[in-house]
Each structure stands twice: as structure tokens, then as C-alpha cells.
């Protein structure tokens, strides 16, 4: 939520399942959204209600679906991001992610989104996308371990564990934090090698967890703000840049979409 382009506050709320339907009236899509909750106009009807906007950006296409229904949605897609270099089944959500980030904190950028999958997406000193990454999030990495194995089930926010555990649940937990922590470390030597000026911003769900293990891994001692990743490697001169956590991305460049579609009017 949004008052004129300062962030107010924002919401994780569970998807709705692909059978839900699109609500027809005010309170039904109060129920939806956390933030149509904190407007109050007391007994206007749906047909006098001045409708707040609403901006929408999903890769989820019953989610997609179901939100194009709002009388005054506006739906971004791949194509209303500025970023030179995209490829067509290029994530808008990675897109615009390294688009504000860059726009925010400057180019060379490399943003680490630590969701469902985790992605690394890249650009360069002129805002052009480099390229990236995709590989299998924190928590769907555990969840195929449980689902395929009679191990149990674990939470990836459970404390850090011991590199060399000495029972099951933590072995599971060492072998795939401590095999991401030192995947990404690789290739964040290897991004500052060719941009050794590059801001590296971590958001998605999981950032913390990622942040707190290349902290680890890398025995820096900064806050969880920001740091300096000091990530040595054969042959490589240690790479020193600053890492920020940074979980409003998205949202911050949506509402400087929304800017610029304004000014253009």
C-alpha cells in the first residue's frame, strides 16, 4: 500500500487456490487484500465507491486471472519494463526486480531473489541485461527430499545448522543451505570478476537465511543491512561489494512504473 510513491506497508498473504472466483463486490475483495482492508468509507455503495488503484504484476496465471477482474487493475507485463535485453520468456518479476534495483541503487547490478526458485539476474554498467540463473529454492529443495524419502519434513527457517551434522533433519538442511551458500558464492566471484563495481541486492522471501549464510561463508562482519562480501577464490582477487537486503523490490519498482506511466500522460 501506497500514499502518493512512499510504501506504507506490505502484506505476504497465501495464494488462492485456481478454482477461487473473481469477487464482485468491495467486501469481497477486502477479503482478499490485506491492504483494500485499511480503506474504510464507511456506507458508500459499490456504485458510488471511488475504486483505489491497483497494480498487478504475477507469474502465476490463475493469480493473474483471477486479479485482471478489479475494476481499476492495471496489469504490467514483460514488455512495460525498461530493461534492454529481454528475452521473450524472460520473469517480469525478475525483470522489473533487477530493473528497480539497478534504478535504485545504481549499475552494475546482480540481484539474488531468494523465492520459490532462486534467481540470479545480472546487468551491466549501461542497465543491460546480462543474464542469470535459476535453480530450485530453499524450501523446494527440502520439500523433494521429504516428498521422495521417508525423511521428515523440515522448515528452512529452522537455525542454521551444523556443516557436519550428526542427525538426519540436519544433514538434510546442511547439505542443501551450506551447498547454496557456496553455489552462490561462485557465482558472485565470478559476476565481480567481469563487474567489479557491481551492487549485489538479495530480496525474495528467503533473502535473510541467504544473507546470514554468505555472511557466514564469508566471515564478514557487517549488519544485516548491508555488507561487504570478501569471497576469496583461486586465481581471484577477493571480491569486495556491497550486498544489501532489500525485501520491498518488487515493490518499489512497480510504483516507479506506475510513475512513469503517469508522466507519460
Given at each position: 500500500?501506497?500514499?502518493?510513491?512512499?510504501?506504507?506497508?506490505?502484506?505476504?498473504?497465501?495464494?488462492?487456490?485456481?478454482?477461487?472466483?473473481?469477487?464482485?463486490?468491495?467486501?469481497?475483495?477486502?477479503?482478499?487484500?490485506?491492504?483494500?482492508?485499511?480503506?474504510?468509507?464507511?456506507?458508500?455503495?459499490?456504485?458510488?465507491?471511488?475504486?483505489?488503484?491497483?497494480?498487478?504484476?504475477?507469474?502465476?496465471?490463475?493469480?493473474?486471472?483471477?486479479?485482471?477482474?478489479?475494476?481499476?487493475?492495471?496489469?504490467?507485463?514483460?514488455?512495460?519494463?525498461?530493461?534492454?535485453?529481454?528475452?521473450?520468456?524472460?520473469?517480469?518479476?525478475?525483470?522489473?526486480?533487477?530493473?528497480?534495483?539497478?534504478?535504485?541503487?545504481?549499475?552494475?547490478?546482480?540481484?539474488?531473489?531468494?523465492?520459490?526458485?532462486?534467481?540470479?539476474?545480472?546487468?551491466?554498467?549501461?542497465?543491460?541485461?546480462?543474464?542469470?540463473?535459476?535453480?530450485?529454492?530453499?524450501?523446494?529443495?527440502?520439500?523433494?527430499?521429504?516428498?521422495?524419502?521417508?525423511?521428515?519434513?523440515?522448515?528452512?527457517?529452522?537455525?542454521?545448522?551444523p556443516r557436519w551434522a550428526k542427525n538426519t533433519a540436519d544433514a538434510?538442511?546442511?547439505?542443501?543451505?551450506?551447498?547454496?551458500?557456496?553455489?552462490?558464492?561462485?557465482?558472485?566471484?565470478?559476476?565481480?570478476?567481469?563487474?567489479?563495481?557491481?551492487?549485489?541486492?538479495?530480496?525474495?522471501?528467503?533473502?535473510?537465511?541467504?544473507?546470514?549464510?554468505?555472511?557466514?561463508?564469508?566471515?564478514?562482519?557487517?549488519?544485516?543491512?548491508?555488507?561487504?562480501?570478501q569471497i576469496p577464490g583461486q586465481g581471484y582477487e577477493p571480491c569486495?561489494?556491497?550486498?544489501?537486503?532489500?525485501?520491498?523490490?518488487?515493490?518499489?519498482?512497480?510504483?516507479?512504473?506506475?510513475?512513469?506511466?503517469?508522466?507519460?500522460?
Amino acid at each position: 500500500m501506497f500514499s502518493g510513491s512512499k510504501l506504507q506497508q506490505t502484506w505476504d498473504i497465501p495464494y488462492t487456490n485456481g478454482d477461487a472466483k473473481t469477487p464482485q463486490q468491495w467486501a469481497e475483495w477486502q477479503v482478499l487484500s490485506p491492504a483494500l482492508q485499511c480503506i474504510d468509507e464507511g456506507g458508500t455503495s459499490d456504485e458510488e465507491r471511488q475504486w483505489p488503484s491497483l497494480w498487478i504484476l504475477s507469474v502465476v496465471p490463475h493469480q493473474t486471472q483471477l486479479w485482471q477482474g478489479y475494476p481499476r487493475g492495471t496489469l504490467l507485463q514483460l514488455t512495460d519494463i525498461p530493461l534492454p535485453g529481454m528475452y521473450t520468456s524472460l520473469g517480469c518479476d525478475r525483470a522489473l526486480a533487477l530493473w528497480a534495483a539497478g534504478e535504485i541503487y545504481g549499475w552494475p547490478m546482480l540481484v539474488i531473489d531468494g523465492g520459490t526458485a532462486l534467481t540470479l539476474t545480472g546487468a551491466n554498467a549501461s542497465g543491460h541485461l546480462v543474464g542469470g540463473a535459476i535453480l530450485p529454492g530453499i524450501a523446494l529443495q527440502l520439500r523433494s527430499l521429504t516428498q521422495a524419502t521417508p525423511l521428515p519434513d523440515l522448515q528452512p527457517t529452522d537455525p542454521m545448522p551444523p556443516r557436519w551434522a550428526k542427525n538426519t533433519a540436519d544433514a538434510m538442511r546442511s547439505g542443501v543451505l551450506y551447498t547454496i551458500w557456496a553455489g552462490l558464492s561462485d557465482f558472485i566471484q565470478s559476476w565481480c570478476q567481469d563487474f567489479s563495481h557491481s551492487h549485489i541486492v538479495l530480496t525474495g522471501g528467503d533473502h535473510q537465511q541467504i544473507f546470514q549464510g554468505l555472511q557466514a561463508l564469508c566471515n564478514s562482519t557487517a549488519s544485516s543491512a548491508t555488507a561487504v562480501l570478501q569471497i576469496p577464490g583461486q586465481g581471484y582477487e577477493p571480491c569486495q561489494n556491497q550486498l544489501v537486503c532489500d525485501e520491498t523490490l518488487l515493490f518499489q519498482g512497480i510504483q516507479r512504473l506506475r510513475a512513469k506511466r503517469l508522466e507519460s500522460q
